[in-house]
Nanobody, 122 residues
């Protein structure tokens, strides 16, 4: 059984930082692309970042480029999202996902965590 569990969300003031973590079990971490998506109230789930272990590729949404960093430790089955310079518009539920290919489409990811709430106040 595949299980993805996120942690690290919370309430932070604009300009602050948070580090999200995702622990994966039941998958061979190094063979999957790991991604972060987010969904704000009333909006579609949107791509944030992905990391591909095999090619060490990363990709970011334009809205977070330069502020967020995705990283991880395949040996520990952990992936992280360091978020700096947070803005109120970053407020959303952040979910990690695992899939077989590098894509920014949510439809390309097979496994999902429950998500962790990030709230950025003004």
């Amino acid at each position: 059984q595949v299980l993805l569990v996120e942690s690290g969300g919370g309430l932070v003031q604009a300009g602050g930082s948070l580090r999200l973590s995702c622990t994966a079990s039941g998958i061979t971490f190094s063979t999957y692309v790991m991604a972060w998506f987010r969904q704000a109230p009333g909006k579609e789930r949107e791509f944030v970042a992905y990391i591909s272990w095999g090619g060490s590729r990363t990709n970011y949404a334009d809205s977070v480029k330069g502020r967020f960093t995705i990283s991880g430790d395949p040996a520990k089955n952990m992936v992280y999202l360091q978020m700096n310079g947070l803005k109120p518009e970053d407020t959303a539920i952040y979910s990690c996902a695992a899939g077989p290919m590098t894509t920014i489409s949510k439809n390309g990811y097979r496994y999902w965590g429950q998500g962790t709430q990030v709230t950025v106040s003004t």
